[in-house]
């Protein structure tokens, strides 16, 4: 047997049930036609029941479907529908059921000014004698009693909204209502909406319910006054008394732990045009909205200017609403704070229900502006991550790719990309969409030193269009003649390039250079990935000034300088998944000793000249019991001008070892 029957007509009815099945209370929602059937997911907690009942029909139904012991009839009907309400007490009275009736709110105050009539037929024949359009929203059933009330004159002006159902469709035609003046939707409608539809079809004379927030009575007065013109209000039926849906699911989950069901939902650039349906039914159906001053502004309901896990998750513990909404700008999935929110809410409460929404991203709303595709772009986001290696790596996506999307924490960040696209010779063009979907939206296009001299306020979306790409090498090699030497020793092309490679570097690896010397081996390291974190360790203060100028010169940010003793110098710094040695100072066993403590299959490469070396390295292999070993030897020669000839000049030959541990 069930334990509740619900008669769904508002948005109400919906709600509590959607909010029965997550608890898993077994229940049947009633809906008067097929299209509150559809309105309803299939649930296994849920069974639907279609078809108008009367109080006799009504008793039996319950004495089929509820338990007599600790069944609940819940009335959600529409405010309107008096008989309806009558029937279901009388058959709950008769039956000796828990009856619980849920009302929803209504703000008097919000239609001041604006007439109101104690009947459908009494603002019918007020409206008879008016001569400009009419807007009837009062739904499909109320129709009959208005077309017999005003003239066949009045009624050729009459526009009505209805929901899009067959039965709906049915009942316009059936009360005399031109086609071309149906309006067939499902809401909730916005103030923006319901003032399109005023000024579309010239509309003078608006006709709502006093329905209360969740049936949109508040938007209609507001898009009225808006426009203009005057709301005729139908009074409710009568002052009954009833309690919220809120308070109905309490008393169902008396003795129960309550679930929250969350909802986190991306708002699109700002303006509530661009706010997908489904996130504005999570809104609407909230009792709480977490977000930015600027996304929350117009929302009207129980609402906190915090976007942040720390500052959220306390409301969430105190209040315990059943049905929060955590608002996001743009896209969720799109350099949004929602990964780390997540994780946080699941951290706090493991068993929260999380629903995750999409929104429309700047990048997807400015290129349909441009006319042009992204599937083709690189994406980057200075947007809280703003800094000079930031910015130096947007501009290598910049010098290699056509196209290139990316979010700007502030105005002058433009400036900052101009200036870096001159300094690289990169050619082309910046457009800028500052405050997008907003009354203020401005796109603007400019060439690099345009931009220069422009500034932009709000939020900003550039578009980086470079006109001649260049290749990025398939291996970005460092020449000697890149590095600034001085007297100290430096790996040399050849072993520097075949070290590299036996390394085996991945994107994110941490890397440790020891015994940096010029700084030649992290330099090449750190060009070929700004995703690898290189430390360069080294002692002598000249060699260390040498790095720190080549590695300034290469322009890279992915460099770490450890000035001391290996393994010293280590300290708490993250433990690396590759190793590079050029010199050791003796001390090639600690180094492996210290980092092999900590961390197993680190890759090592190590240069070996004297004999010295070469025997240390192999005792450190087999001590430490390395695997995927490989020894190299090495022998350059190169070639010097000696007068009218060249004579073979041959450099010392270097040893290679490579192995993990």
Request: glycine share 8%.
């Amino acid at each position: 047997m069930n334990s509740c029957i619900v008669f769904s007509g508002t948005t109400e009815g919906r709600i509590l049930s959607d909010a029965l099945s997550v608890h898993g209370i077994k229940h049947i929602v009633c809906v008067a036609g097929t299209y509150g059937e559809e309105m309803m997911s299939e649930d296994p907690n849920r069974t639907v029941h279609v078809g108008r009942m009367d109080a006799e029909q009504m008793k039996d139904f319950f004495t089929s479907n509820l338990s007599r012991d600790d069944g609940t009839v819940i009335d959600a009907t529409h405010p309107y529908a008096s008989e309806v309400t009558a029937n279901i007490r009388s058959a709950c009275e008769e039956l000796g059921i828990k009856y619980i009736r849920v009302l929803r709110g209504s703000d008097e105050s919000a239609a001041e000014g604006f007439p109101k009539y104690a009947s459908i037929s009494d603002c019918a024949k007020a409206l008879d004698k008016t001569d400009s359009n009419i807007l009837l929203t009062t739904g499909s059933k109320e129709l009959a009693c208005f077309s017999e009330n005003v003239s066949k004159e009045v009624l050729e002006r009459t526009y009505v909204r209805v929901l899009p159902s067959v039965e709906s469709l049915q009942l316009c035609e059936k009360a005399g209502i031109e086609r071309s003046h149906i309006i067939a939707m499902h809401g909730p409608f916005s103030v923006e909406m319901n003032s399109a539809l005023i000024r579309q079809y010239s509309i003078k004379h608006l006709v709502t319910k006093e329905s209360g927030a969740n049936g949109g009575f508040e938007e209609k007065i507001g898009a009225a006054r808006r426009e203009g013109i005057t709301a005729h209000i139908i009074e409710r039926p009568s002052k009954e008394e009833g309690i919220s849906a809120e308070a109905a699911l309490s008393l169902m989950l008396a003795g129960k732990d309550p679930v929250m069901n969350l909802t986190i939902a991306g708002f699109g650039m700002g303006a509530e045009e661009n706010l997908t349906a489904e996130a504005r039914k999570a809104i609407n159906d909230s009792d709480v909205v977490f977000g930015a001053e600027r996304l929350i502004k117009g929302i009207r309901k129980k609402k906190y200017p915090l976007y942040l896990a720390k500052d959220i998750i306390p409301v969430l513990e105190s209040e315990k609403p059943r049905r929060p909404v955590i608002l996001f700008s743009g896209d969720v999935s799109f350099y949004s704070g929602m990964r780390k929110m997540l994780t946080a809410l699941r951290e706090w409460k493991a068993d929260i229900n999380i629903r995750i929404l999409p929104g429309i991203s700047s990048v997807s709303y400015l290129s349909a502006k441009l006319g042009i595709s992204y599937d083709d772009a690189k994406l980057y986001s200075l947007h809280g991550h703003d800094g000079e290696e930031d910015l130096a790596k947007l501009t290598d996506l910049i010098r290699y790719n056509p196209k290139v999307f990316t979010l700007l924490s502030k105005g002058e960040d433009i400036r900052r990309i101009a200036e870096t696209m001159i300094a690289s010779g990169i050619t082309g063009s910046i457009t800028a969409g500052s405050d997008l979907s907003y009354e203020n939206e401005s796109i603007v296009t400019m060439t690099p030193g345009e931009a220069l001299a422009c500034s932009f306020s709000g939020i900003t979306t550039a578009f980086i269009l470079n006109t001649a790409p260049s290749r990025r090498p398939l291996i970005n090699v460092i020449k000697d003649s890149d590095m600034i030497r001085g007297d100290i020793p430096m790996t040399k092309e050849c072993i520097r390039h075949e070290s590299i490679i036996r390394l085996g570097l991945c994107e994110g690896d941490i890397f440790y250079d020891v015994g940096g010397g010029t700084g030649s081996v992290s330099v090449e390291a750190a060009s070929l990935s700004r995703e690898l974190m290189v430390y360069s360790f080294e002692k002598k203060t000249e060699a260390v000034r040498l790095i720190k100028e080549n590695v300034k010169n290469a322009g890279l940010h992915n460099v770490t300088i450890v000035e001391g003793d290996a393994p010293d110098t280590f300290g708490d710094l993250p433990l690396p998944d590759k190793v590079f040695i050029g010199g050791s100072g003796g001390r090639l066993c600690e180094i492996v000793k210290e980092l092999s403590g900590k961390k197993r299959g680190i890759r090592y490469v190590v240069n070996a000249v004297s004999l010295e070396t070469i025997e240390e390295t192999e005792k450190v292999m087999k001590t430490f019991d390395a695997c995927e070993c490989d020894m190299v030897q090495i022998s350059v020669t190169g070639v010097r001008k000696a007068g009218e000839h060249h004579l073979l000049n041959a450099r010392n030959p270097v040893w290679i070892f490579s192995f993990t541990i």
